[in-house]
């Protein structure tokens, strides 16, 4: 994951800066996916590809006669996946959301980075992004956040700085 050329295939892929993924806490997105089963580590790696079981790949290799989206007739990426805005997907993404949410109260996480990421998920879904207030002592990890973007926290990219926080 730390390899230049490797750097350079993120940063194509997510029209970033290589020197901005330096930030990123590969040491713990490593030990997280580790965590995994062997399906779901499978799952995660081809989704971060963009080559998961959606409308894009599923024409290429024949399975489907369109790339749309089941849920719209946007055309389905693995992007789209976490952004389509219909009632059915938003309610299976709430449905998710809150899981998040319950499992960040069981770990104890500060209820301060637990209503920030809400929020900024919540954000990323409605295509906007508000700027409230942000605890000082997060205000460091949300800005280098920020740098990396937060539509790659659904891949698991957080900065180093949220392992101090």
């Known amino acids: 994951m730390h390899g230049k050329i490797t750097k350079q295939y993120w940063a194509d892929t997510y029209k970033t800066e290589t020197d901005i993924l330096d930030f990123v806490d590969w ?3 490593g030990r997280a996916l ?28 024949k399975k489907w006669e369109h790339e749309k989206c089941h849920h719209c007739v946007a ?12 009632v059915e997907a938003t309610e299976e993404r709430n449905k998710g959301i809150r899981e998040l949410e319950a499992w960040m109260y069981e770990v104890a996480t500060s209820p301060d980075i637990t209503q920030l990421f809400l929020h900024k998920l919540q954000d990323l879904r409605s ?6 207030e942000v605890p000082p002592k997060l205000r460091q990890a949300v800005q280098t956040k920020n ?9 698991g990219w957080l900065s180093i700085e949220w392992t101090a926080v």
């Open 27 to 29: 040491e713990s997105v």
């Open 127 to 132: 295509g906007r992004e508000a700027d409230g």
């Open 34 to 61: 580790k965590q995994l089963n062997k399906q779901m580590q499978h799952f995660v790696t081809k989704h971060m590809m963009g080559m998961c079981r959606v409308g894009k790949f599923m024409k290429g290799w």
């Open 75 to 86: 055309k389905e990426d693995a992007q789209h996946v976490w952004l389509c805005n219909t």
């Open 147 to 155: 740098d990396i973007g937060w539509s790659l926290v659904l891949e």
